[in-house]
Every structure is written in C-alpha cells, then in structure tokens.
T-cell receptor, first 110, second 117 residues
Framework: KQEVTQIPAALSVPEGENLVLNCSFT??????LQWFRQDPGKGLTSLLL?????REQTSGRLNASLDKSSGRSTLYIAASQPGDSATYLC?????????FGAGTILRVKS | DTAVSQTPKYLVTQMGNDKSIKCEQN?????MYWYKQDSKKFLKIMFS???????INETVPNRFSPKSPDKAHLNLHINSLELGDSAVYFC????????????????FGPGTRLTVL
C-alpha cells in the first residue's frame, strides 16, 4: 500500500530558527516528490519538486532532499519567518497520481 | 492570469441535492485531477483525466461523475449529496512530459468548500 507519513504533525518555532520537516513513503517506486504549502482556507502552492533521479532541490531558503532507497525526504527551511507559518504537505507521485501526507502545521513566532 | 480556477468557491446545499463544481485551466496542460480534502485536512485523489479520457478512478462512489468537455475543463457532478461529502474539493492540472526539472509538477486550484446540511 502506498502511504506517506509526515513528522512532526505540528511544529512551533521562534523566528530565525532553521527547521526540518520530515516525510517518509512506503513504496519507493516513485516518479517524483513534491512539497506544497497550504495557507488556511487557501489552495496549495507548489514549493519544490524533486524527480526520482535527483537527490535535492533548492529554492531560496528552502532545500528539499530525497533518499529514494530509504523512502525519505526532508524539507529544510533556513532562517524561518512568521510568513512561513502554514501547513506543509509532502506528496509522492505514483503513475500520474499524487499520494499526500497529512501535513505538518508550522507556526513561526515573532 | 495563467492558473487553475474553480467555481464556486463555496457551496452550501441540502442532503439529496445534485450539484456541480467547475474547473478550468489555461496552462495548456493535458492532465487534470480532482482531489478531496476531508475535515482532517487529508488530501486524496479522486479522478484523473488525460486529454478528456479517464485514467484514474480511486474507488469513488458512482454518485460522483467527472465530465471533461475539452482538455482545459474538468467538471465534477455529484448526485444525491450526503453529509459525508462535505469537504474541500481541489482541481489540479499537470503536463506529464519528461521536461527537465519540471516533470509532472501539479498545479492546484483554490478549492471549493462544499457543505452538505
């Protein structure tokens, strides 16, 4: 069964801290892995996409890594800001469909 | 604006009614999807269409019928609405080409919050 798990479920940090969100998946036959951000009452914004052949992707203060063999991905956020507060979703693509984790609710306190 | 759009944004209706949600994308993508996000915020795929043809149907009740008049539109019709259908429904699209660095990235609409009373 294809399952995606995200840890922690919620995280509260002071502004300026570096933080890591974790994602694990049970089936390593993935096409790619995508990290999204969802603000309350809003849609999903794509942050980073890592193809199955890649090890990491970077965009600004965000860095996502992928270890397919161990079924893990991490999203690293550097120098967190209050504006980073949102739910972060990890999604793994299997044959044209995305399987989502339950998300990590991040709160960055000013 | 290039985007995935959905209408309506909010939908409140009585049990037993039939309702439709519309989705349009102007990104030129070939593949469109419907996802359901339940009260626990868990997102799950319902359907996927490629060039107007159904390619994924994730054991969704047959009260849900997607319709794709052209590859830029994927509408969701729901018959005999039930309380458990209350959720946020997201439409998404992608271009499943092996394009370097952007393979099958999915772009999501803003969601439609359906409340069944």
């Amino acid at each position: 069964k294809q399952e995606v798990t995200q840890i922690p479920a919620a995280l509260s940090v002071p502004e300026g801290e570096n933080l890591v969100l974790n994602c694990s998946f049970t089936d390593s036959a993935i096409y790619n892995l995508q990290w999204f951000r969802q603000d309350p009452g809003k849609g999903l914004t794509s942050l980073l996409l890592i193809q199955s052949s890649q090890r990491e992707q970077t965009s600004g203060r965000l860095n996502a890594s992928l270890d397919k063999s161990s079924g893990r991905s991490t999203l690293y956020i550097a120098a967190s800001q209050p504006g980073d507060s949102a739910t972060y979703l990890c999604a793994v693509e299997y044959g044209n469909k995305l399987v989502f984790g339950a998300g990590t609710i991040l709160r960055v306190k000013s | 604006d290039t985007a995935v759009s959905q209408t309506p944004k909010y939908l409140v209706t009585q049990m037993g009614n039939d309702k439709s949600i519309k989705c349009e994308q102007n990104l030129g993508h070939d593949t469109m999807y419907w996802y359901k996000q339940d009260s626990k915020k868990f997102l799950k795929i319902m359907f996927s269409y490629n060039n107007k043809e159904l390619i994924i149907n994730e054991t969704v009740p047959n009260r849900f019928s997607p319709k794709s008049p052209d590859k830029a539109h994927l509408n969701l019709h729901i018959n005999s609405l039930e309380l458990g259908d209350s959720a946020v429904y997201f439409c998404a699209s992608s271009q499943p080409l092996r394009r370097l660095g952007r393979h099958n990235e999915q772009f999501f609409g803003p969601g439609t919050r359906l409340t069944v009373l």
